[in-house]
């Protein structure tokens, strides 16, 4: 395996990564793409990455304590299920979004049609 110092290529690029990937966040959060809970959330992520390449050997620990076979396992677990809630939200957010869509072209519609009928009166 090719290394460099104690980390491996892959620590290295994925450090490398997750520090380009933080930088993003706070580029989202100053232009105000984000809001301040999307900033922590993500910063925190990014973090958490940078920290699982840089101690592969505290979550084998971790994941012993818990019964899991490997280190990466449990970083693979977790991974699931922040994208499982992370679906949802959008799934959420997506549903409410179709609602006041369908909601705005009816009263739109209705208000067309009540134009329409006033002006044929005239």
């Known amino acids: 395996m090719v290394t460099v110092g104690d980390f491996g290529i892959i620590q290295i690029a994925g450090i ?3 520090l380009f990937a933080l ?3 706070f580029l989202r959060y100053k ?3 984000i809001r301040a809970f999307e900033l922590l959330f993500w910063s925190i ?3 958490g990455v940078v920290v ?3 101690f592969p050997a505290f979550f084998t620990q971790l994941s012993k304590f818990f019964g899991i076979g490997r280190g990466v396992d449990i970083v ?3 991974g699931m299920i922040i994208l499982f809630y992370l679906l949802f ?3 959420v957010k997506i549903d409410a979004q ?3 869509m369908t909601k705005i072209v009816r009263e739109m519609a209705i208000q067309n049609a009540q134009k329409k009928k006033q002006n044929d009166k005239k």
């Open 76 to 78: 693979l677990y977790v």
């Open 98 to 100: 179709q609602k006041e």
């Open 23 to 25: 930088s993003r966040v």
């Open 45 to 47: 992520v990014w973090v």
């Open 89 to 91: 939200r959008l799934y």
């Open 31 to 33: 232009d105000k793409s």
């Open 16 to 18: 490398i990564f997750a």
């Open 52 to 54: 699982i390449a840089s």
